[in-house]
Every structure is written in C-alpha cells, then in structure tokens.
C-alpha cells in the first residue's frame, strides 16, 4: 500500500509558475512509476507528466517545454512554469505503475491549480 500526499497548489497569474510536491510513503514506493494527472471541469483527467524509477519522463505535448517533472527517493515533484489559464485544474499525484509509463494505482487527494488574472 502507498500513500500520497499532494501539496503546492494555488492561483497564479499567466505567465506564473507553481511547483507540486507528492511525498509516497509505504511498500516500495520508490520502485514504481509516478507521475501527475489533472482534471479540468467538464474534461477527463489526463496525463500531465510521468517519471520512471529510471529518471525516464513523459510529458503531455501542451506542457511540453513549461513543465519538469522530477524525483527523488520517495517524492516526486512537478515544475511548471509559463502557465497558462488552460493549465487551471484539479493535479493529481499517481503512484503504482511498473510496465514503462504505466499508471498506477495510488492516486492523492488532488490539489486546486489555478491559473488567472
């Protein structure tokens, strides 16, 4: 069992810059993909960016260039920058998947990112 823990959410202006952090505690948590999803109101979630226990990454293309995701040995992070109104969503850590990108199945709580003047 893992356990995620999301935090660094907030508004910003366009054009701002937020950084999430997801701490995973629990059984082996640093053996398994994590990554971040959002979810914006009426839309599916969808993939944001997803690291391998390797250091493998993958973004999504609309934050491809404004977004990083990183990791450490039990928490993973997500740096955004050039932020953009359409960016403004609820980010979900996930935690779980071991086939490459795989998501998994631990999510956290989410957290409010939102992006407006």
């Known amino acids: 069992q893992v356990q995620l823990v999301e935090s660094g959410g907030g508004l910003v202006q366009p054009g701002g810059s937020l950084r999430l952090s997801c701490l995973a505690s629990?059984?082996?948590?640093?053996?398994?993909?994590m990554g971040w999803y959002r979810q914006a109101p009426g839309k599916q979630r969808e993939l944001v960016a997803v690291?391998?226990?390797?250091?493998t990454t993958k973004y999504a293309d609309s934050v491809k260039g404004r977004f990083t995701i990183s990791r450490d040995i039990a928490t993973v992070f997500l740096q955004m920058n050039i932020l953009e109104p359409e960016d403004t969503a609820i980010y979900y850590c996930?935690?779980?998947?071991?086939?490459?990108?795989?998501?998994?199945?631990?999510w956290g709580q989410g957290t409010q990112v939102t992006v407006s003047s």
């Open positions: 996930n935690a779980g998947g071991r086939l490459l990108f795989e998501e998994g199945r631990y």
């Open positions: 629990g059984s082996a948590s640093n053996a398994y993909n």
């Open positions: 690291i391998t226990k390797f250091g």
